[in-house]
T-cell receptor, first 112, second 110 residues
Framework: SQQGEEDPQALSIQEGENATMNCSYK?????LQWYRQNSGRGLVHLIL?????REKHSGRLRVTLDTSKKSSSLLITASRAADTASYFC????????????FGSGTQLTVLP | SQTIHQWPATLVQPVGSPLSLECTVE??????LYWYRQAAGRGLQLLFY??????ISSEVPQNLSASRPQDRQFILSSKKLLLSDSGFYLC?????????FGNGTRLTVT
């Protein structure tokens, strides 16, 4: 069964706006990761946040983690058309990546 | 950094035919290797992972198999494809890092 579930399933915004995607999970984790997938391509790792961290930044990306609520959010600020892609959260209960479980993703469309 | 090569990019095969998808890794040694399958509009399902040459763990019982004949080579095979084997197959590598993915193979079984 899917551990991480993203919300919303699809999001459409105008260029320049912020995009927020949420991820909920069910069991304890060592870390949570966000990946991006352009249509028909492989996934690209964006950011990893460990269970003892609450917030992390990377460029225009901001990730938060609330282990008490078993949820995470990915914020993309000042979105661009090139940010159009699917975004997946993946939970890692052990830190070994063997049990890395991906959600179904959020399809983000940024309109120019 | 790691580069994952997968081929072919697309493949159309009839039911009952064999399958061989190849993945090779550059830029690292002794990586953990993974085969994932992605159904349309869905997340990734882990099929196989390998921690070394000849060491394969299967996560999902099915008619697929995997082999790792060399340190940086991972092969996904089937003797007889089923319609349900259609999907997007992704190879991934990890060596003290998050996963690095190849660009995938789109398999259509007709």
């Amino acid at each position: 069964s899917q551990q991480g579930e993203e919300d919303p399933q699809a999001l459409s915004i105008q260029e320049g706006e912020n995009a927020t995607m949420n991820c909920s999970y069910k069991t304890s984790i060592n870390n949570l990761q966000w990946y991006r997938q352009n249509s028909g391509r492989g996934l690209v790792h964006l950011i990893l946040i460990r269970s003892n961290e609450r917030e992390k930044h990377s460029g225009r990306l901001r990730v938060t983690l609330d282990t008490s609520k078993k949820s995470s959010s990915l914020l993309i600020t000042a979105s661009r058309a090139a940010d159009t892609a699917s975004y997946f959260c993946a939970t890692d209960p052990s830190g070994s990546a063997r049990q890395l479980t991906f959600g179904s993703g959020t399809q983000l469309t940024v309109l120019p | 950094s790691q580069t994952i090569h997968q081929w072919p990019a697309t493949l159309v095969q009839p039911v009952g035919s064999p399958l061989s998808l190849e993945c090779t890794v550059e830029g690292t040694s002794n990586p953990n290797l993974y085969w994932y399958r992605q159904a349309a509009g869905r997340g990734l399902q882990l099929l196989f992972y390998s921690v070394g040459i000849g060491q394969i763990s299967s996560e999902v019982p099915q008619n697929l198999s995997a082999s790792r004949p060399q340190d940086r080579q991972f092969i996904l095979s089937s003797k007889k494809l089923l319609l349900s084997d259609s999907g997007f197959y992704l190879c991934a590598s990890r060596r003290n890092s998050p996963l690095h993915f190849g660009n995938g193979t789109r398999l259509t079984v007709t």
